[in-house]
């Protein structure tokens, strides 16, 4: 069976990561081995009225995978698995990891679109999904999937009535008809994410080597142990929550984690309250309605002791209320699913943990900050954010004209992302070159939306810019030429939607205009857009 392709560290880097005992040779699945070795009977998960021991993690996770192995699925396949957050999400995860099947855990908030995009990148030969999910309401668009994807033929989906469907059912006692095992630790474990900046959405090789070494080494850095308990607000097969250090970071130590369906204060706090959550992981716009929230509830978030916030930029004047308004202390984390993680340290002063996106987690990580010549500014100096090392990725899946702009000659990945490097290492982002709108966390690829509206009989061209929202950071404004000055945005959203697109992609605001203007290059200039956005011309709505 043939291994997934990907984008490999040049042999000397491996090696030096080997040396340094960053990449051990173990799977991903190791962990809960370990655990069950160490504490077979402790809670791993509680979701719902549910506790699912360490053993049970283990052996319902095993179970599906020699059922998969049973059918033939195996090493080197890539399975497409949408679940919210439900301990099944985990379960499904290590399932797939035993049997050596790479998948994409899509997010729950991902539509059509989306799913079709990842999809016919990897040709999963599974489905893993949810009836709760609209999408999987009915067999349209399971029966669409196997259409394009011929080599797709099994699919699982929780909470269907057919036993044989049933992911419950996948998860029972089998006998083994034919041995399994993880993909060799150098190799693809599963995709991440991409936030994106282009038409398509873009997939992450991650590797065990790599993957378990940014946990562990999280892990280190925010002191989890057995004594933690994790709430999982944000979606859970996102980067953050699953690895910085997240569920794994939990699972590795013994720790617990709490499954929360949403941010929100109303779900979060009485989960907190319930089982005594002492550390959750936020994006600064769920952070503000907690801090609005937390005044009338300062006993129900008594247990909290950290407090981690990234995914955007988190405002001073918010971090600095955090200690007061949460009882706890504030870590400021800036990652992408790419590799990179900035975390600040627990013993840091107010200045960095308010002022900073932290420092990178390894000694290994190589940080460039340079012009648009691509040459180091002066140290000090804004200038965009170049990255490489042990868990960082050396090329997007089957990208190959992409990853030539992505990544330089040496293997330094362009995050998009505006930075001045401080004296002391630490990290501040103060903006973004990428053509990406980062909506409370949530990640946009403006051209993804230009094209779509485009594909509409009555727009001519179409921009997409960020627009400063008080709640969520930033929110989305299209610019839009049309045949039909009196094109409404309802029918706009309404025909995003029926191509089937995420919902927290369609654009907040639309607005008219007669002509794009154009940069000195020939470009769209995004920069007068933002400007002109900001100030609130013309709006229709
Ligand atoms: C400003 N921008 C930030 C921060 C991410 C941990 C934490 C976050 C992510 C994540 C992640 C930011 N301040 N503190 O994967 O493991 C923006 C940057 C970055 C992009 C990556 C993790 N933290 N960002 O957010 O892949 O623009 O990962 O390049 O979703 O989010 O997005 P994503």
Known sequence: MSLVPFARWPEAFAERYRRAGHWRGEPLSQMLADRVSAQADAIAIVCGGREISYAELDTASTHFARRLANRGVGQGDRALVQLGNQAELYIVFFALIKAGIAPVNALFSHNRLELMAYASQIRPRLLVASRAHSLFADDEFAEELSELIPELDTAVLHDDPQPELRLQRWLEPVTAERSFSPTPAGEVAFFQLSGGSTGTPKLIPRTHDDYLYSVRRSVEICEFDHHTRYLCALPAAHNFPLSSPGALGVFLVGGRVV???????????????????????????????????????????????????????????????????????????????????????????????????????????????????????????????????????????????????????????????????????????????????????????????????????????????????????????????????????????????????????????????????????????????????AEQLTVTE
């Open 259 to 533: 499954l929360s369906s949403d941010p929100g204060p109303a779900s979060c706090f009485p989960l907190i309250a319930q089982h005594r959550v002492n550390v959750t992981a936020l994006v600064p716009s769920a952070l503000s309605l907690w801090l609005q929230a937390a005044p009338t509830h300062r006993t129900e978030i008594a247990s909290l002791e950290l407090v981690q916030v990234g995914g955007a930029k988190l405002p001073e004047s918010q971090a600095r209320c955090v200690p007061q308004m949460l009882g706890c202390r504030l870590q400021q984390v800036f990652g992408m699913a790419e590799g990179l993680v900035n975390y600040t340290r627990l013993d840091d002063s107010d200045e960095r943990v308010y002022l900073t996106q932290g420092r990178p987690m390894s000694p290994d990580d190589e940080v460039k900050v340079v012009d648009r010549a691509g040459k180091p500014v002066p140290a000090g100096e804004v200038g965009a954010l170049m990255t490489r090392g042990p868990y960082t990725i050396r090329g997007y899946f089957q990208s190959p004209e992409h990853n030539a702009n992505a990544f330089d000659a040496e293997g330094f990945y362009r995050s998009g992302d505006l930075v001045r490097l401080r004296e002391d290492g630490y990290l501040v982002v103060v903006g973004r070159i990428k053509d990406q709108i980062n909506r409370g966390g949530e990640k946009i690829a403006a051209e993804e939306v230009e094209n779509l509206l485009m594909a509409h009989p009555a727009v001519a061209q179409a921009a997409l810019v960020s627009i400063p929202d008080d709640a969520m950071g930033e929110k989305s404004c299209a610019y839009i030429v049309s045949f039909d000055a009196h094109l409404k945005s309802t029918a706009l959203r309404k025909f995003l939607r029926g191509l089937g697109l995420a919902d927290y992609k369609l654009p907040d605001r639309f607005v008219h205009i007669d002509a794009l203007p154009m940069t000195a290059v020939g470009k769209v200039d995004k920069n007068y857009l933002r400007r002109r956005a």
